[in-house]
């Protein structure tokens, strides 16, 4: 029997799970490796050197578990840990591994969206204040406003199950009034956190209908499509199984539950130890 070699999606806990199941839609054929780094989660309101820190440790777990290739799941780990694992530790310590993030492929798209030229980003502290959107957006569209909003209350309202609450409405509408206030021709959105897809129908009443609303899964479902087309020679170390393992670094009864939520069908994860 061939070793399976899966492809690693690694998050800071339960989010990244709504960008892999949008990925195992597009590219079922694949083997799959899920790690939450649930026992150190929340990474959005964590320093630069921490979340490179734990984002490199999960990913030095799962090559050591035999993915050669690693989405980072997280727009938090992709703004603050993802270009010096790729320009650092890549080229000197594996330099036949490949790590993708989450927030290029939205960027390199965002502007077929806006008539306005006016995008908000929706992101947590972390994110925001990397200041990565803007950055990435102004290579591919150097004409675009970006505005943003850090939203640090979104993350909890989910991971507690509380993202139907009265009381989440009350924070959707208080971030995006204060959005909105920076610019009113907004006409495109980016959903920059891995949790908010689950707060977008709540999101959906306090916007214009004719607004875009992007979500990552999709668009990064769809770019690793395309990158696995072009980089034959990664394409064919991804072993075809079907498969889809799922490891939490916390509590594996307490991650099978929430996990579930994100996924959309039933999460069995076994527990892995730092
Ligand atoms: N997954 C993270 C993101 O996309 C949010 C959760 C966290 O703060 O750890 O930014």
Redesign the pocket.
Known sequence: MSLKQPIGVF??????LTILKEIVKKLPQYDYLYLGDNAR??????SFETVYQYTLQCVEKLFAMNCNLVII???????KALRTIQQVDLPKKYPDKRVLG?IRPTTEIVGKYSKTGHVGVL??K??VSSNSYPIEIEKFFPELNVYQEACPMW?PLV?NNEYKSSAADYFIKKNLDNLFAKSDKIDTIIL????YPLLAEKIKKYIPENLTLLSQGEIVAESLADYLKRHPEMETKCTKGETIDFYTSDSVENFNEAASRFFGQEVKARHLGF
């Open positions: 998050d800071s806990g339960y989010g990244g989660t929340p990474y959005g309101s964590r799941a997280c727009n938090t780990a992709s703004a989450v992101g947590t972390g994110t993350v991971e920059g956190c891995t949790h």
